[in-house]
């Protein structure tokens, strides 16, 4: 069973950067993964930031960026604002015969 | 505007199925894919399946295989998710998403309950 992994909490200053990793339990993340980013605010359905690495979608501030950093996926959040704070997943494609769809288990920013 | 409008909160006993519809709108619905997801409270989302609305070829989560059915109808531009078999680990909220650019576009999500 594949597992996507990433740090449960991390906490920032306003204005500052933080940057958050998405790791797969089958090897280094590449592009061929299409990594993607999800901010998701409480009682909200998830909202695309990130796709294919480091695509940013028409709506996604320029704060945010995505990037392969020492064999994982990152989010990069650049100035960050306090209405930031959320829970950000990635989502990894593993394709192949069965090809599918996994999400990592999320961080919990903080700004503070 | 693009919009996914899902049916409404579902409480079901165990052993029933469920079905949740999703309706598109804002585009041509046959155009693009849709991701069914859930989310169970507390936990990441999970995907579950894949439909290409234009032909109705279809992916599953090997987790969900034998009770999980999607579908789609293109006159109504609606997507179906039905699972049944259902039990408490079940209870989750359930989401479309639609794929034009990945998964781009999700719909508000429906709240199904499982509880005896």
């Known amino acids: 069973q594949t597992v996507v992994t990433q740090e449960p909490s991390l906490t920032v200053s306003p204005g500052g950067t933080v940057t958050l990793t998405c790791a797969s339990s089958t090897g280094a993340v590449t592009s061929g993964y299409y990594p993607n980013w999800f901010q998701q605010k409480p009682g909200q359905a998830p909202r695309a930031l990130i796709y294919s690495t480091s695509n940013k979608h028409s709506w996604t501030p320029a704060r945010f960026s995505g990037s392969l950093l020492g064999g994982k996926a990152a989010l990069t959040l650049s100035g960050v604002q306090p209405e930031d704070e959320a829970e950000y997943y990635c989502?990894?494609?593993?394709?192949?015969?069965?090809?599918?769809?996994?999400f990592g288990g999320g961080t919990k920013l903080t700004v503070l | 505007q693009v919009q996914l409008v899902q049916s409404g909160a579902e409480e079901k006993k165990p052993g029933a199925s469920v079905k949740v519809s999703c309706k598109a709108s804002g585009y041509t619905f046959a155009t693009y894919a849709i991701h069914w997801v859930r989310q169970a409270p507390g936990q990441r989302p999970e995907w579950m399946a894949w439909i290409n609305t234009g032909n109705g070829n279809t992916k599953y989560s090997q987790k969900f295989q034998g009770r999980l059915t999607i579908t789609s109808d293109t006159s109504a531009s609606t997507a179906y998710m039905e699972l049944g078999s259902l039990r408490s680990e079940d209870t989750a909220v359930y989401y479309c998403?639609?794929?034009?650019?990945?998964?781009?576009?999700w719909g508000q999500g429906t709240t199904v309950t499982v509880s005896s």
């Open positions: 989502l990894l494609y593993y394709g192949g015969a069965q090809p599918h769809w996994v």
């Open positions: 998403v639609r794929e034009a650019i990945w998964m781009d576009v």
